[in-house]
T-cell receptor, first 115, second 113 residues
Framework: GNSVTQMEGPVTLSEEAFLTINCTYTATGYPSLFWYVQYPGEGLQLLLKATKADDKGSNKGFEATYRKETTSFHLEKGSVQVSDSAVYFCALSDGSGGGADGLTFGKGTHLIIQP | DAGVTQSPTHLIKTRGQQVTLRCSPKSGHDTVSWYQQALGQGPQFIFQYYEEEERQRGNFPDRFSGHQFPNYSSELNVNALLLGDSALYLC????????????FGPGTRLLVL
């Protein structure tokens, strides 16, 4: 079956530090890959996505590249801010349902940015 | 443009009881998915409804059932509640055959005592 593995948290960084959150996956076929973010007290929001190999998703200074050869979709940001503190979820959709399928999520990585 | 809405926001039940949670999708969306998020975990896919039928199902028992109405809103029903059903229940809406992006509601927090 499908699975997503992401680095355990919490990850604590200072403001303006470089961020990497690792994500690897197991899936049949050619999945689409997503990063969702959950800010304190808020619902899940789509941060970025990539639908095929070598695609790069980007948003709000975050980016991730779909690496089929390493089955990875690592999230990066060059300079984090305190406002980036949140829980980040890597997820996949294997497309077997022909559309917006049920997502398989990782366990989430809690990111804490200190001023 | 209203996003995905869910009701109620919080709910307390006792073991063995039944519960119904409700979801209204984002305007223009025709597909609703339900997820269970236990504390400290990622969401787990329960099922998806499109055209008033269950189209996909995750690894959840038959105690979990749902319904979709002609206006695309949806209900999640859980029978014979167990302590382990305590979680945040998330609804997500999307457009069938679209770009695969799902938009999530704020969730319903269920506590089973």
């Amino acid at each position: 079956g499908n699975s997503v593995t992401q680095m355990e948290g919490p990850v604590t960084l200072s403001e303006e530090a470089f961020l990497t959150i690792n994500c690897t996956y197991t899936a049949t076929g050619y999945p689409s890959l997503f990063w969702y973010v959950q800010y304190p007290g808020e619902g899940l929001q789509l941060l970025l996505k990539a639908t095929k190999a070598d695609d790069k998703g980007s948003n709000k200074g975050f980016e991730a590249t779909y690496r089929k050869e390493t089955t990875s979709f690592h999230l990066e940001k060059g300079s984090v801010q305190v406002s980036d503190s949140a829980v980040y979820f890597c997820a996949l959709s294997d497309g077997s349902g022909g559309g917006a399928d049920g997502l398989t999520f990782g366990k989430g990585t809690h990111l804490i940015i200190q001023p | 443009d209203a996003g995905v809405t869910q009701s109620p926001t919080h709910l307390i039940k006792t073991r063995g009881q039944q519960v119904t949670l409700r979801c209204s999708p984002k305007s223009g969306h025709d597909t609703v998915s339900w997820y269970q998020q236990a504390l400290g975990q990622g969401p787990q896919f329960i099922f998806q409804y499109y055209e008033e039928e269950e189209r996909q199902r995750g690894n959840f028992p038959d105690r979990f059932s749902g319904h979709q109405f002609p206006n695309y809103s949806s209900e999640l029903n859980v029978n014979a509640l167990l302590l382990g059903d305590s979680a945040l229940y998330l609804c997500a809406s999307s457009l069938r055959g679209g770009t695969e992006t799902q938009y999530f509601g704020p969730g319903t927090r269920l506590l089973v005592l």
